[in-house]
């Protein structure tokens, strides 16, 4: 038995798989490498290169492999870039999502852990956002996961009395960071650690965008978590659906207190010893002042918790980038 891992070869899922493999799980990775890197799949674990679009590969991946479940990682996942491009983001992450139920269905796996994202809130009027605040989204990338969780619910309503009925889990969160091993790194050129990296390592002096948000330090507040951590976590959830204990049909990975983007400048210098004060730029149109999520339901039923320092995750983050070169 083996668990599909769509979107294995990029970061997040390259984490995933790993972490499969460490809890004596089978990981078996489908991606079509748009943004997958080969050299992240460990070379122990096979690699299907094809698109999630693929109906016919989806099933046969998962006939060939005996899959006990589908954790669907792959997607596309830059929120600014999808207003520009609704109809791609749509068909990636909504068609993608429905034909990978559709081949479970007909190859008869009943188990999803789905990687959704905090962005199905949009701006939430909340301190602390919970797993049934207002979902509002604000993008077309956040439109396509909150789609994605009505298209799991409704499949599971309608294979209920089925020899096979669905069960599933999305899992949300904010700002993925770090690493937990120091060949894989994140590649996204939207991220904030990413973009801090490339601008220290260019010998440039990194911006930040807007200083006067209603928040202690004026810089705008988020969950930032540890890749390692958001693993262990889609490992846990495969792990309780697969094991038929009862599990609830989200979770949000949060901290629970958040870090200011001036305290993430802060560690970079403390981390990398390289010495810089940031620029301040304008403030991005619409960026809220703090969105932080509860992570309390995932730490009762899924081992969540912030094992990660800031300085720590900044640590991680630039080994693994400075190790590739």
Avoid: C
Avoid at 213 to 218: E, I, K, M, S, V
Avoid at 281 to 304: F, H, N, Q, S
Wanted: proline share 6%; no cysteine.
């Amino acid at each position: 038995m083996s668990w599909i891992v769509t979107g294995g070869a990029g970061y997040i899922g390259a984490h995933v798989v790993r972490a499969l493999a460490a809890a004596g799980l089978t990981p078996v990775v489908l991606d079509d490498l748009s943004s997958g890197i080969p050299s992240f799949v460990p070379e122990d674990v096979t690699l299907v290169e094809g698109s999630i679009l693929d109906r016919d590969l989806v099933e046969k991946t998962l006939r060939d492999h005996a899959a006990e479940g589908v954790i669907h990682v792959a997607g596309f996942k830059y929120a600014g870039v999808s207003v520009q491009r609704p109809l791609y983001t749509y068909a990636q992450n909504v068609e993608g999502t429905r034909v990978i139920l559709e081949a479970m269905d007909a190859a008869g796996v009943s188990n999803i852990v789905f990687s959704s994202s905090a962005a199905v809130f949009g701006t939430p009027d909340v301190e602390l956002v919970v797993e049934d605040t207002a979902k509002r989204p604000a993008s077309p990338y956040g439109e396509s996961k909150l789609i994605g969780e009505w298209i799991l619910r409704d499949q599971a309503i309608a294979t209920a009395e089925s020899a096979a009925p669905l069960r599933h889990t999305s899992l949300r969160y904010f700002n993925v960071v770090g690493s937990a091993d120091p060949t894989v790194y994140d590649v996204s050129p939207h991220n904030l650690f990413p973009i801090v990296f490339e601008k220290l390592l260019a010998g440039e002096t990194p911006r930040i965008n807007g200083d006067d948000y209603d928040t202690p330090d004026g810089t705008n507040v988020r969950d930032y978590v540890h890749v390692g951590d958001i693993a262990a976590a889609h490992v846990e959830a495969a792990k309780r659906l697969a094991s038929g204990e009862p599990i609830e049909a989200a979770y949000n990975l949060g901290s629970g207190d958040g870090l200011s983007v001036k305290q993430i400048m802060d560690a970079m210098v403390r981390v990398t010893g390289i010495d810089f004060v940031p620029e301040i730029g304008p403030r991005r149109p619409g960026d809220p002042d703090r969105i932080v999520a509860t992570g309390e339901l995932a730490a009762r039923d899924l081992d969540w918790q912030m094992r990660y320092t800031v300085d720590e995750m900044v640590q991680t983050g630039w080994e693994a980038r400075r190790n590739a070169g």
